[in-house]
């Protein structure tokens, strides 16, 4: 049976800004592979809401490993929206987060807006990372015909282990350069993706992994950069987060949730009620119905498998509100609220390749790993924040980029730093770490706003405009309403 990919990072800035209400972030399904006729040139781009511009395809090509002499070549796309400006600046680049959303995505959904003000300032590129969009992609490969694990910690984290070691040797076997797909690599192409745009200089503007990207590229390229601006920032030993972290924000979320007297009269605690409902599902698992191939299967739930849908509501307020109300449903028994993501579900035991390469590739420090692994035996969510890593930490011999890479460095260049006070995937005491790194910031928070930040508030399209016209942005506090849970 065929299961298409989810990696839940992947829809957190990309798809995930336009996803129907029932869509998790913890998952993605696989795109098909782009129609290898594409042709480069101008054509009509539609964007949020039926929204149409003109718009320019790209393409250049660059070596799929650039350790390897004989590496075969893969083709990188983007898609260009032209400047209105007289004399318009670098051109800005747009990286997605991920790792595996795509670029060209981004303007489909509510940054549209964002994309069409930055053409006063310059041209503004969205880039299809190498694996994503409608840049050369990873053969899809099906999964596994064999029966399911339960999604339970132990079942999950084996079967995804063996799933991605053996697709490793397929898709080797067919000639892709697997080592290629690390965030080093990238952080090349978005140089030659400069060269091939004939500009001097370049400006940054990505989130989530598009900020691990990017600091990667003012490392490697950094004299070639002329500005970045950057939210929900994940820094160079960042991958995977620390549970300590997500503990403390869900303490946060507990103590807004204790401002309505209605949820806290039904929630006394809301990460006790998490514990209990983990605890419960993971000992005995529940069996849901789910779609697949135009038929059905039956999925054994365990908590791992809640804590995982867990870690991806709480990216975002809309989705974080949810939770109260399925908790509370769950410890009740009432298995049927999870009917509607169960094809969520059932995407988890497949691996699409880039994301996974590209996540064991950065890794994650032994100092670090020791922390992550001694918090996460007491944490409300375990260490399924970060799944599939550290869970394939080894499974590819080799892959990761080592110490070098994930070491900080100090940042002259100009930067804008924006976060939103309740982004679950990258809480701010983590952005804190990699902001020390910037030494010319302007840094803007908004108050209940999450993971997808750009778009949260009316206010942050403008600083984006000048900040990349030059001039100066002063730190800032932004805010909106804080959520409202629902306990239904």
């Given at each position: 049976?065929t ?7 992947s829809?957190?800035?990309a798809a995930g800004?336009a996803?129907?209400a029932?869509?998790?972030p913890f998952?993605?399904?696989a ?5 290898p ?25 660059v070596?799929?490993d ?14 260009r929206?032209a ?5 318009p600046g670098p051109p800005i680049?747009y990286?997605?987060?991920g790792?595996?959303g795509?670029?060209t995505?981004?303007?489909m959904?509510?940054?549209?807006p964002?994309?069409?003000a ?5 041209d503004?590129?969205a880039?299809?990372?190498?694996g994503?969009?409608?840049s ?7 999964s596994?015909s064999g029966?399911l694990?339960a999604l ?11 799933e991605?070691?053996?697709a ?12 290629g797909y690390?965030t080093?690599?990238s ?7 400069r060269r091939h ?5 370049i ?5 989530s ?6 600091l ?6 950094g004299?070639?950069?002329?500005r970045v601006?950057?939210a ?14 997500i503990?403390a924000y ?16 039904a ?7 998490m514990?209990r409902v983990?605890?419960?599902?993971e000992?005995?698992?529940v069996?849901l ?15 791992f498998g ?8 709480i990216?975002?307020p809309?989705?974080l509100?949810?939770?109260?109300g399925?908790?509370?449903a769950?410890d ?14 059932a995407?988890l035991?497949?691996?699409?390749g880039?994301?996974e390469?590209?996540?064991m590739?950065s890794?994650v420090s ?12 007491t944490a409300v ?5 970060n799944?599939p890593?550290?869970h ?11 110490e070098?890479f994930r ?12 976060a939103g ?5 990258t ?7 990699v902001?020390s ?6 840094r803007?928070?908004?108050e209940?706003?999450?993971?997808n930040?750009?778009?949260a508030?009316p206010?942050?399209q403008d600083?984006?405009?000048r900040?990349?016209r030059?001039?100066?942005?002063a730190?800032a506090r932004?805010?909106?309403p ?6 239904a």
């Amino acid at each position: 049976m065929t299961y298409s990919s989810l990696n839940r990072r992947s829809l957190l800035t990309a798809a995930g800004l336009a996803v129907p209400a029932m869509s998790l972030p913890f998952s993605a399904r696989a795109q098909a592979s782009p129609d290898p006729a594409l042709a480069p040139g101008a054509f009509t781009f539609t964007g949020w809401q039926g929204q149409e511009t003109d718009a320019e395809r790209g393409f250049f090509e660059v070596p799929e490993d650039r350790r390897d002499p004989g590496s075969r070549r893969i083709r990188l796309g983007y898609v260009r929206f032209a400047s209105t400006a007289s004399n318009p600046g670098p051109p800005i680049v747009y990286l997605s987060g991920g790792p595996g959303g795509a670029g060209t995505g981004a303007p489909m959904g509510p940054r549209f807006p964002i994309f069409m003000a930055l053409r006063a300032v310059a041209d503004v590129i969205a880039f299809d990372q190498r694996g994503t969009g409608i840049s050369e992609r990873i053969p899809e490969r099906p999964s596994s015909s064999g029966p399911l694990p339960a999604l339970t910690h132990a079942g999950l984290a084996a079967h995804v282990r063996d799933e991605m070691q053996k697709a490793w040797i397929d898709w080797t076997r067919s000639g892709v350069a697997m080592a290629g797909y690390n965030t080093e690599q990238s952080a090349d192409d978005i140089n030659d993706l400069r060269r091939h745009l004939g500009a001097d200089r370049i400006n940054l503007w990505g989130i989530s992994y598009g900020s691990h990207l990017a600091l990667s590229v003012l490392k490697r390229h950094g004299d070639v950069i002329g500005r970045v601006a950057l939210a929900s920032l994940e820094g160079q030993d960042q991958t995977v987060k620390r549970p300590a972290r997500i503990d403390a924000y869900l303490d946060q979320v507990d103590a807004l949730m204790g401002a309505d007297p209605v949820v806290r009269a039904a929630i006394p605690n809301m990460p006790a009620l998490m514990r209990r409902v983990h605890d419960r599902y993971e000992a005995d698992p529940v069996t849901l119905v789910a779609p697949a191939d135009g038929g059905a299967t039956e999925l054994k739930l365990g908590g791992f498998g809640i804590q995982l849908m867990a870690g991806g509501m709480i990216a975002n307020p809309r989705t974080l509100t949810m939770l109260p109300g399925l908790y509370l449903a769950l410890d009740a028994g009432n298995i049927e609220v999870l009917a509607p993501f169960a094809g969520e579900f059932a995407g988890l035991f497949g691996v699409s390749g880039m994301s996974e390469a590209m996540d064991m590739a950065s890794g994650v420090s032994p100092a670090r790993l020791a922390l992550v692994e001694h918090e996460a035996r007491t944490a409300v969510l375990g260490d399924a924040l970060n799944f599939p890593m550290p869970h394939l930490l080894g499974a590819i011999p080799g892959a990761d980029l080592g110490e070098a890479f994930r070491a900080p460095i100090t940042i002259d260049t100009p930067a804008l730093l924006i976060a939103g006070s309740l982004d679950g995937r990258t809480p701010l005491a983590e952005q804190a770490e990699v902001e020390s790194q910037f030494r010319v910031k302007s840094r803007v928070v908004v108050e209940n706003a999450g993971h997808n930040v750009f778009e949260a508030h009316p206010d942050v399209q403008d600083m984006l405009v000048r900040f990349f016209r030059g001039e100066a942005v002063a730190d800032a506090r932004l805010s909106l309403p804080p959520p409202r849970f629902a306990v239904a």
